[in-house]
C-alpha cells in the first residue's frame, strides 16, 4: 500500500476510542497564490471522495503578512473553525504552541523530506508543521534578449545592472517603449525582507540577525547593498516596482515588459502557460551574487501545513495534512505547479524532471539557501521582519539614506531584543 493509501485508509479507519469513524467536516486556510488555491482544491476532492469527509477552504490573502495577522487572532482566540493551515516557513517558531505535535504521526513519512525543512518545522523537539513544498527564488532572463544583445546570465548585481539597462535601452530605441530591465518585489511587505536578506548576504553584510542572536545589520557591507538596490529605481526598475509583490511582478515580465525578473519557481510554470507573451522564451538561473568570489544568497521559503490544536476531528486534520505532504502530491504539485519538493527523491524523478527541466538543477541551492531569522528572533521575528523591511523601503523611496536607516533599525532591533530573544 503507497502513502497516498495509507493515510486515506486512516480516515476511514477506526478511531482509537473504539467508535467508528464517521463522515466529518472540516476547514484549511490556504493562500491564494497564482494556482496554488486551485490545486488545493483539486486534491482536497480526491480526498473528499475517497475518504467521505468534507474540507471546506478558507482562501487567505496573497500577501504573506496579513495571513500570518488573521492566523494570530485566529488561533489566540482559540478558533475551532478552521483545522487545518497552511503556513509560511518562517511562522514555525511563533506558532508553535498552537499547534499538534505531528512527530509521531509522520514517524512514517518524514524521513523523505529535507532534514533542514523538517529543523525549520520542529520547535523543541515538537513537529509543529508538515513539509508541502518548499522554494527558493531565481533569477528569470529573456533568453531571447540576451541572445539577440550577445549576452550572458549575470553572474553578479552589477552585472545584472549593466546588462538590464544595455538591453532595456535598445528596445525602447527600437520601439518597445514600455520594457524594463528588471522587476522585483519592492512593497513594504514580508517579500521585501526576502529580497533584501539575498542582497545584503551575498555581499557579505549578514543575515539581519545572526544565528547566535547577535543584531549585524548596521554595517558598511549591507549599507552598500542597499545603496545599489536604490539606484535601480527609476533606471532599471520602475518606480511603481516600490508597490510591487510576486504577482505585480510576474505580470510585467510575463507580459514581455521586462529583461530580468526575481520571484519565486512558481512563476516558472506560468510563464511556460499558452497565454503568456514569453512562452518558451526565457530562462532561469541562481541569484547573482554581491561581488565576484561571494556566494549567492537564495531566501529558504516554502510552505507547510500545521493541525490546529483547537480542532475538533485532529485525526482527520492529520490525515489531510499527510496526504497534501506526501511523495503522490508533491509530484502533482512539481509537474503542474513547478512548485519545489521537500521530498529529495523526487529531483531525481523522471517525470518532474521532464515537465519542469530546471528543477533538478535547484537541488543544490536548497542545501545551501539562506534562512530568514526565525530561529534566532522566535517569536519576535514578525516584528524584526516588519523594522527591517520598512527600513529598507525607506532607503529605497528616498527616505533617509541606508547608513541612517541601517543605524536607526539596529537601535529599533536592541530595544526590541531585550535582555534576549
Not at 21 to 38: D, P, R, V, W
Not at 152 to 175: C, F, H, N, S, Y
Not at 228 to 252: C, D, F, H, N, V
Request: proline content about 4%; overall charge negative.
Amino acid at each position: 500500500m503507497n502513502i497516498s493509501m495509507r493515510v486515506l485508509a486512516l480516515c476511514g479507519s477506526v478511531l482509537s476510542t473504539g467508535f467508528a469513524a464517521q463522515a466529518a467536516e472540516i476547514s484549511i486556510a490556504a493562500n491564494s497564490t497564482g494556482k496554488g488555491l486551485n490545486f488545493i482544491r483539486e486534491q482536497v476532492s480526491v480526498f473528499e471522495k475517497q475518504t467521505g469527509h468534507k474540507v471546506k477552504i478558507v482562501s487567505m490573502p496573497p500577501s504573506s503578512s496579513e495571513q500570518f495577522s488573521q492566523y494570530r487572532l485566529w488561533l489566540a482566540a482559540g478558533n475551532t473553525d478552521v483545522d487545518v493551515y497552511q503556513t509560511d516557513v518562517v511562522w514555525a517558531p511563533q506558532l508553535a504552541e498552537q499547534f499538534v505535535d505531528l512527530t509521531e504521526a509522520t514517524k512514517d513519512v518524514i524521513g523523505q523530506h529535507f532534514p533542514s525543512i523538517v529543523a525549520s518545522q520542529t520547535v523543541d523537539g515538537k513537529l509543529v508543521a508538515m513539509p508541502m513544498y518548499t522554494d527558493a527564488p531565481a533569477l528569470f532572463y529573456r533568453k531571447d534578449l540576451l541572445e539577440k544583445y550577445s549576452k550572458q546570465p549575470p553572474k553578479t548585481w552589477t552585472e545584472l545592472a549593466e546588462t538590464a539597462k544595455d538591453i532595456q535601452d535598445k528596445e525602447r530605441a527600437a520601439g518597445l517603449k514600455d520594457i524594463w530591465g528588471f522587476v522585483f518585489q519592492g512593497s513594504a511587505y514580508e517579500g521585501l525582507t526576502c529580497n533584501a536578506l539575498e542582497w545584503i548576504a551575498s555581499a557579505g553584510g549578514g543575515r539581519i540577525v545572526e544565528t547566535n542572536g547577535d543584531i549585524s545589520i548596521n554595517n558598511e557591507k549591507a549599507a552598500a547593498a542597499l545603496d545599489m538596490a536604490k539606484s535601480w529605481i527609476g533606471t532599471i526598475s520602475p518606480q511603481g516596482a516600490l508597490a510591487y509583490k510576486e504577482e505585480e511582478a510576474r505580470g510585467i515580465w510575463q507580459t514581455g515588459n521586462s529583461v530580468f525578473m526575481r520571484n519565486w519557481t512558481y512563476t516558472y510554470a506560468l510563464g511556460n502557460g499558452a497565454d503568456s507573451a514569453i512562452k518558451g522564451k526565457f530562462g532561469v538561473v541562481p541569484l547573482p551574487a554581491g561581488a565576484e568570489g561571494i556566494a549567492p544568497a537564495s531566501t529558504l521559503g516554502g510552505w507547510n501545513v500545521a493541525v490546529s490544536k483547537y480542532s475538533k476531528h485532529q485525526d482527520v486534520a492529520i490525515a489531510l495534512v499527510k496526504f497534501l505532504g506526501s511523495a503522490e502530491t508533491q509530484k502533482k504539485r512539481a509537474v503542474e505547479l513547478s512548485n519545489m519538493p521537500t521530498i529529495a527523491a523526487l529531483y531525481d524523478d523522471k517525470d518532474v524532471a521532464a515537465a519542469q527541466p530546471f528543477m533538478p538543477l535547484w537541488k543544490p541551492i536548497f542545501e545551501t539557501a539562506v534562512p530568514r531569522p526565525s530561529a534566532a528572533t522566535k517569536v519576535k521575528y514578525n516584528e524584526v521582519s516588519a523594522k527591517f523591511w520598512g527600513a529598507v523601503h525607506n532607503t529605497l523611496s528616498g527616505t533617509g539614506s541606508a547608513a541612517e536607516n541601517l543605524e536607526l533599525l539596529e537601535v529599533e532591533l536592541t530595544d526590541l531584543k531585550g535582555n534576549g530573544w
